[in-house]
């Protein structure tokens, strides 16, 4: 299957600092990228959905100055949590969808998965 | 609105018990995808699985086996003799073709422990 790296896997940060999160597709175009987070023992909780070259779609309830999104390629999405504090503390995974000729249409692939820590 | 229900929360099996995990949907739109996904402990989600909604067609890949029935909207995984690498996080969703921007709706996950 197609494979969706995202970087770091985990990070501890101050309070008050950026943290940015790279997610890439490696083997394929990804015209759209998704962002979730997840809470211990909970499922998925969709952030934004981003197509390439376009603003990031927020879900609602979602602080698109807190969570800025990037996908500045067809490969390579960014999520950067400005000025972090402790309620941030989570699970974010990216995930992405290939263009309809490739082996990923219509198929979500995930990344590993960034375990943040703010102290 | 579109919504998935995984009713069981959590399941323990001990090792080579089959076990299936059940998945029911809700949507109005008459073309969808249905998948499913593997979480490990490690965190990463494993696409198993799609189906779309015209093609009714049970599958079976090794163990796995998926049963798919419109008429009672169900999506249900079954692992024949199950074994300790099956514990997971499984997640059930649904993506229709033309709504929500192709957003996955997700089931709440059924945790799946298989005990040697």
């Known amino acids: 299957g197609a494979v969706v790296s995202q970087h770091p896997s985990w990070v501890i940060c101050k309070s008050g600092t950026s943290v940015k999160i790279e997610c890439r597709s490696l083997?394929?175009?990804?015209?759209?990228m998704f962002w979730y987070r997840q809470f211990p023992k909970q499922s998925l909780m969709l952030m934004a959905t981003?197509?390439?070259?376009?603003?990031?779609?927020?879900e609602q309830g979602v602080e698109k100055d807190k969570f800025l999104i990037n996908h500045a390629s067809l490969t390579l999405s960014t999520l950067t949590v400005t000025s972090a504090h402790p309620e941030d503390s989570s699970f974010y995974i990216c995930s992405a969808r290939g263009r309809g000729d490739s082996q990923a249409k219509n198929i979500q692939y995930f990344g590993a998965g960034t375990r943040l820590s703010v102290l | 609105a579109q919504k998935v229900t995984q009713a069981q929360t959590e399941i323990s099996v001990v090792e080579k018990e089959d076990v299936t995990l059940d998945c029911v949907y809700e949507?109005?739109?008459?073309?969808?995808?249905l998948f499913w996904y593997k979480q490990p402990p490690s965190g990463e989600l494993v696409f198993l699985i799609r189906?779309?909604?015209?093609?009714?067609q049970n599958e079976i890949s090794g163990r796995y086996s998926w049963n798919f029935q419109k008429s009672t909207s169900s999506f249900n995984f079954t692992i024949t003799a199950s074994q300790v690498v099956d514990s997971a996080v499984y997640f059930c969703?649904?993506?229709?073709?033309?709504?929500?921007?192709?957003?996955?709706?997700f089931g709440q996950g059924t945790e799946l422990s298989v005990k040697p």
């Open positions: 189906r779309n909604s015209f093609d009714e």
């Open positions: 981003s197509n390439e070259g376009s603003k990031a779609t927020y």
């Open positions: 949507t109005r739109d008459t073309t969808y995808y």
């Open positions: 083997d394929f175009q990804a015209t759209t």
């Open positions: 969703a649904l993506r229709s073709r033309y709504n929500q921007g192709g957003k996955l709706i």
